[in-house]
């Protein structure tokens, strides 16, 4: 099992950055996939990110593409979910999920076992 910790979420103006954070406990987060996914008030939640437990293989949305980057350091048993370049669209709850070596070229939000409790992103235009 494990849990999942977000943070740095926050208010930035358009076209500014942030560093989402995701730490979880647990002897195994190496063995994990780690995603990030969103969801806007009156939406859908809406996959954004994921990060392979093996090989740091990456997956992102199309809407997210070049903009965000997703890292890892199970080290210190963290993902990271860095945005730049952010628009008013991106405003949503961000959080981070787990799942035990299931990756595809397609992830979903059924995919993934354990969720955090989510970090709140504005993004004001």
């Known amino acids: 099992q494990v849990q999942l910790v977000e943070s740095g979420g926050g208010l930035v103006q358009a076209g500014g950055s942030l560093r989402l954070s995701c730490a979880a406990s647990?002897?195994?987060?190496?063995?994990?996939?780690i995603g990030w996914f969103r969801q806007a008030p009156g939406k859908e939640r809406e996959f954004v990110a994921a990060?392979?437990?093996?090989?740091?293989?990456?997956l992102y949305a199309d809407s997210v593409k070049g903009r965000f980057t997703i890292s890892r350091d199970n080290t210190k048993n963290a993902v990271y979910l860095q945005m730049n370049s952010l628009k008013p669209e991106d405003t949503a709850v961000y959080c981070c999920?787990?799942?035990?070596?299931?990756?595809?070229?397609?992830?979903?939000?059924?995919?993934?076992?354990?969720w955090g409790q989510g970090t709140q992103v504005t993004v004001s235009s």
């Open positions: 990060i392979r437990w093996i090989g740091s293989s990456t």
């Open positions: 647990g002897r195994t987060f190496s063995t994990y996939t």
């Open positions: 999920a787990a799942n035990s070596q299931i990756w595809r070229g397609r992830m979903t939000a059924r995919d993934f076992d354990y």
